[in-house]
């Protein structure tokens, strides 16, 4: 079975020089100035054609809003049940923030449990669609590990170079999968340069953030998903843990894709979260830069956002200016902290780049960026399974903080 293409998918476009690519012969990058396609939906036909208030016929996963998704999902070989995650109240913590109308978004609930998965499965589904028979990507650990299943249940090779730093129990994930694993020093750019002398593009189809143009599309559904969640009124901040930036950009163009529908009120501001340690949007975003200037010597336990130059950085800084949001780098110890309160406060065990967004908004709360009746969602993009060293220290740290 080969995903076949839905109607109300166009093609695609580069926001870079404004090509056009039709989606029968798509290019994994814009062919005339290599910048990061984005996808084209027929957004009249689907006002025409779907009523927001119907889409509980569509089922709970993320192919729930198939009208707005390349990919007809009845064609789809490998769905795992990606998407569908809850938006959680968290009374505890809101009250200790006096903040009401704060939530979070628990992507740990995804297969291999991370937010990987949504748009990893959107990148196998596009591979398949074009005939290719194996993948390959350069990953910090969660992107692998998803793209690994996603290859796995679609019968496809998956070869993925990570640093060799990463923690071990996504080396394990990643070959119990099924994946060929090489592993690197320094970063995940140094993987991504390291990847293609092993997997040359002619056998190896790219899935890494922004190389293709379907794993943007998978990420978009987590717009639709708050949009949706919070009764079509969008929060007024969302905080978003930022190293490739694919969710960020994806949520951006969820809410003007539902705005043409005329499905959502309001608007809301983006917080892009990066660490100390690694913070290249922050730099860039503070300076008023338009491009993103490679960080040397990145280094964070939160190794989802060790990404020392993201790609689509164009797209990222256009996002966060769009939406008159932010950029913020939290330290290493804030993160360990903010895992511990999650754990101690909310029973959430949870992934160090997700800890960073709570602690960008106790950063925001205190100095009133964040008012007290302003609706926020922050993220869990992981298991905080995957991160035992990390954790190993928070407890250390902790030691004797509860009775």
């Known amino acids: 079975m080969t995903p076949a293409f839905q109607p109300n998918f166009l093609g695609f476009d580069c926001r870079g020089c404004g090509a056009f690519v039709p989606r029968e012969s798509p290019a994994p990058v814009c062919p005339s100035c290599g910048r990061p396609l984005v996808a084209r939906y ?14 509980e016929r569509f089922g709970h996963d993320l192919w729930r809003y198939a009208f707005a998704l390349p990919f007809d999902p009845a ?29 979070l978004k628990q992507e740990a ?56 730093d990463t923690p071990a129990i996504f080396v394990t994930e990643q070959r119990a999968l099924g994946a ?17 002398p092993w997997a040359p593009a002619a056998e190896w189809w790219n899935v890494a953030t922004f190389r293709e143009p379907f794993r943007l599309e998978g990420k978009k559904t987590l717009g639709y998903e708050i949009a949706e969640q919070m009764g079509w009124r969008l929060p007024d901040f969302i905080f978003y843990p930022t190293g490739g930036g694919t969710g960020l950009v994806g949520m951006g163009r969820a809410f003007a894709e539902l705005e043409t529908l005329g499905w959502i009120q309001g608007r809301t501001r983006f917080v892009a979260v990066q660490a100390a340690g690694c913070a290249p949007v922050v730099r860039a975003w503070e300076s008023g830069a338009s491009r993103i200037t490679p960080w040397e010597n ?25 939406s008159g949001g932010l950029a913020v780098a939290v330290t290493e110890q804030e993160i360990r902290n903010a895992m511990y309160r999650l754990a101690a406060e909310c029973g959430l065990f949870a992934s160090p780049e997700g800890a960073a967004t709570l602690a960008a908004l106790e950063r925001l709360r205190e100095d009133g960026t964040v008012g007290g009746s302003d609706r926020v969602v922050i993220f869990d993009t992981a298991s905080g399974l995957k991160y035992p060293e990390v954790w190993s220290r928070v407890l250390a740290e902790h030691a004797g903080d509860r009775p």
Do not use: H, W
Request: glycine fraction near 10%.
């Open 75 to 103: 064609r789809v070989t490998a769905r795992l049940g990606e998407g569908g995650t809850p938006l959680l109240r968290l009374p505890r913590l809101a009250a200790g923030l006096s903040l009401p109308e704060l939530r």
């Open 298 to 322: 990145a280094a964070t336990d939160a190794s989802g956002l060790r990404v020392p130059g993201p790609f689509a950085d164009e797209l990222i800084l256009e996002t966060l200016r769009a």
């Open 180 to 196: 060929e694993v090489k592993l690197v020093p320094g970063t995940i750019s140094d993987a991504g340069r390291a990847l293609g």
């Open 109 to 164: 609930a995804n297969p291999t449990q991370s937010f990987k998965a949504r748009g990893l499965a959107l990148a196998v589904a596009g591979a398949e669609a074009l005939g290719r028979r194996a993948i390959a990507l350069p990953s910090a650990g969660n992107a692998g590990s998803a793209a690994a299943a996603y290859a796995s249940a679609a019968g496809m090779r998956c070869r993925i170079v990570i640093p060799e």
């Open 42 to 55: 027929d957004l009249e036909r689907v006002r025409a054609t779907v009523d927001r208030a119907s889409l």
